[in-house]
């Protein structure tokens, strides 16, 4: 056996073993990728994530490539799929009526007292919605 075919074979034995882990460090590369490429390359990092994204400007956070709803969604997602492990917190019906209250009571909230930014509450929202799909995702993978 050659000896490429043997660091195939443990590469593709790595990514069967660590295939979920694998799958949140990529949504966790994300928002990371866009934090980078807001400082050095703006042009370039926008037309990079508009596939994934609808990037309106009065709907960012500064001049970053990902909506502020977006970026919550793939940082959550992305932090909550090594965080879940280690609270030993598996998937539950109520986790999705807990977040759906809470983000509605967040929306009233937001409504009668417009101090808080709708970006960041978009954000706090959207970071809630990717935990919720990060747990849900870890308990069908199991």
């Known amino acids: ?3 490429l075919y043997i660091r195939a074979h443990r590469f593709g034995a790595f990514v069967d073993r ?4 694998l799958l949140f460090c990529l949504f966790l590369a994300i928002p ?3 934090l980078a490429f807001s400082e050095l390359a703006p042009s370039f990092g926008h037309s990079l994530f508009s596939p994934v994204c609808h990037q309106g400007p009065e709907r960012s956070l500064g ?4 909506c502020s709803r977006c970026l919550g969604l793939y940082l ?4 909550a799929g090594f965080l879940v492990p280690a609270f030993s917190l598996r998937f539950s019906l109520k986790f ?4 759906l209250a809470l983000s509605f009571v967040l929306a009233v909230l937001s409504f009668f007292f417009p101090i808080a930014d709708g970006n960041y509450l978009r954000l706090i929202l ?3 919605v990717g935990a919720g799909l990060a747990s849900l995702v870890k308990s069908i993978l199991k």
């Open 76 to 79: 959550g997602f992305g932090l």
């Open 126 to 128: 959207g970071l809630s």
């Open 63 to 66: 001049s970053l490539p990902l």
């Open 96 to 99: 999705i009526v807990v977040g």
């Open 32 to 34: 990371l990728t866009a």
């Open 18 to 21: 660590h295939k979920r882990n």
């Open 1 to 3: 056996m050659s000896t």
